[in-house]
């Protein structure tokens, strides 16, 4: 089992940066494909990226790409979401997931195809 703690989230002004992180602790970390996803008020919650257990493979929602970028750090068993040129749009509350079932990183596009969640860190983009 992991264990995932989000940080970095806050209040920043459209066209800004942040850059999100979650750690993770227990299991080996490079056991785990690695994905984030948002939930908006009202909305069901989006796959927003993934990236894969070991080969550096990633995917992200179309809206996303160019923007945001999704990297891990072994070394620190942390995953990182870079998010840039961000817009209102972006606002919601960021979860970092794991899954350890061995799929290909394009199997991970959605809440169902991950196991394990962190409690989420806000993201609040302002016009």
């Known amino acids: 089992q992991v264990q995932l703690v989000e940080s970095g989230g806050g209040l920043v002004q459209a066209g800004g940066s942040l850059r999100l992180s979650c750690a993770a602790s227990?299991?080996?970390?490079?056991?785990?494909?690695m994905g984030w996803f948002r939930q908006a008020p009202g909305k069901e919650r989006e796959f927003v990226a993934a990236?894969?257990?070991?080969?550096?493979?990633?995917s992200y929602l179309n809206s996303v790409k160019g923007r945001f970028t999704i990297s891990r750090d072994g070394a620190k068993n942390t995953v990182y979401l870079q998010m840039n040129s961000l817009k209102p749009d972006d606002t919601a509350v960021y979860y970092c997931?794991?899954?350890?079932?061995?799929?290909?990183?394009?199997?991970?596009?959605?809440?169902?195809?991950?196991?394990?969640w962190g409690q989420g860190t806000q993201v609040t983009v302002s016009s």
């Open positions: 227990g299991r080996s970390f490079s056991s785990y494909a």
């Open positions: 997931a794991a899954d350890d079932s061995g799929y290909s990183v394009s199997y991970y596009d959605s809440a169902r195809t991950f196991r394990y």
């Open positions: 990236t894969s257990r070991v080969g550096g493979m990633t």
